[in-house]
């Protein structure tokens, strides 16, 4: 039932003042002061009645903000236009102490803050001053009747919710900084924002007061800040409704992908070009709970030095730094395209260094170099002037350097180096690192990200040599960096060090070929890391790689051939290890049953009921260039 409405008598300022009435609810209210009515000013896109002798010149502005820099500036500004000044709480006494005249909204609306702050401005003689449109003769009548005056600006911004929950806040302490009230009458500004200006962003405040005086308070302009408004108001929402889900929020979700989901985005700047020349492109940091508030990895990273960086720059920087902060001893990482095509791990990294880029010097020259240590002044010294080890002449080129921090003294070196080298200081990004999401034509495609680093994998010998301690941590230094290799991806490495890789091949044979001319003349004891089982062993990789000199093998295993790649190693004298494929095993069975692809086709797009190779009689280590021309004969001959 709606209370009853008792007449009062008319207001001071002429008119009715209607007291506010409670729904569902009979009790009757004590009388109380009849709440003053709002100014009004005439807008600029329709006609309306005129204002009363009494209003102010400009109109009224209500006040209620979290993030109080600028405001009193931002008072100053609009009283000295002639706006009267509205606020609650804190934002009022903020105000008043910055020497202002402000009146709290509480006389406005007829009632005082309640409910620890809760409810202060949820009242139709706010929300009725803000949504009311002056060009609509039945809106303005309402609010005569009713004793709602206008409000003509809405400056607030939020609860400092993402804060606290940073802070470490327990869930009592997050859900009390859900700001309810100043989402609301930002939401309803923006939506009358012809006559109502929302003003959310203090970096605004100096437009706005300049535009109010006369300097370009037109449509575009208002529909921009009610843009803001609401794009401020719906990120604020995401981050709200990512903790509501999150395990460590109100564990909705219990570990599930949610139904739906928004990922706030803070533009940061254009770009040059995207990945080609003729494609827009801008970058944006990630606004979530999960990704803002460790503040790791490139998206965040402070650029010292150099160029502004371009959008295939922050894809070479990203895959250099996330390989390198995989490796645990002091390292050093060398990208191009995307692609690891250096890597080494020393006591000394200079010496780290010196290694990854002699991997693959030609790659290296224009590329992306990387650390997992603070890079010195002498390290500094080393990068600005070592030379190419293909001529020893040619000082090498780079596009980036990137390290977790850098000496006063080394930061200055390598500035000297070139002043377009890019310098990027990056956090790495820990284990617990969010969710991974790639877009697909229409969707997008969501994972959980490849954390498992080397020491986190069990690796399961399955043949009757076994690797030496020196060879199993060599396989988990490759292990480690064939992650970060596209597929099919081989890398051969040895004594902490890459030799070769092989990356984006459509079949691994191209790829282990391409891995070992890459590590020609020292492959003599190395081992190799393929990022997938070998589909095929007799005459294909595995055998080639043995041939080659190369003394231990790591795959993930799952293959329905898996034995005849242990049957190579032995024949050979080589160790092979697995590192987890059972789960692949699992689906490699279902696949066999089911007469998927799995079963039917090997790779290269070669089919079902391919010869398998029988062992051939010298196991004796050759070339690589030699190993891949007689697999290409074995080949020809076959066809």
Known sequence: RHARRRPVAPSPRGGMAVRSARLLCTTRRRAGPAPPRLHRRRSAMAPRPAASASAAPKGRALLSVSDKSGLAELGKGLSDLGYELVSTGGTLRALQEAGLEATAVDSVTGFPEMLDGRVKTLHPGVHGGILARRDLPDHMSKVDEHGIGLIDLVVANLYPFRETVAGGGDFAACVENVDVGGPAMLRAAAKNHSFCLPVVDPADYDGVVQALGGGGDDEGFRRRLAWKAFQHCASYDAVVAEWMWSEDGGNVGKGAPPPEQTVPLRFVSTLRYGENSHQPAAFYTDGSIAESSSCAGVGFATLHHGKEMSYNNYLDADAAFGCVCDLAGPSCVVVKHTNPCGAATREDLLEAYRLAVRADPISAFGGIVAFNREVTAELAREIREFRSPTDGETRMFYEIVVAPGYTEEGLEVLKGKSKNLRILEAKPRGPGAPRQLRQVGGGWLQQAPDALTSEDVTF?????????????????????????????????????????????????????????????????????ASDAFFPFAWGDSVEIACKAGVKAIAHPGGSMRDQDAVDV????????????????????????????????VRAGGECKGARTRKPAEDAQPVPARAAVAAYSRARSAAA
């Open 460 to 528: 399961e010998v399955q043949t009757e040599a076994q690797p030496t301690a020196q060879q199993m941590a060599d396989l988990k230094f490759a292990w480690a960096c064939v992650k970060h290799v596209k597929s099919n991806a081989i890398v051969v490495a040895k004594g902490d060090r890459m030799l070769g890789m092989g990356s984006g091949q459509p079949n691994r044979v191209n790829s282990t070929r391409i891995a070992l001319e890459k590590g020609e003349g020292e492959l003599e004891g190395s081992v190799l």
């Open 569 to 600: 190693c032995n024949k050979y004298g080589v160790a092979l290890v697995t590192t987890g494929g059972e789960a692949l095993q699992a689906l490699d069975r279902q696949a066999a049953r089911a007469g998927g692809p799995r079963a039917g």
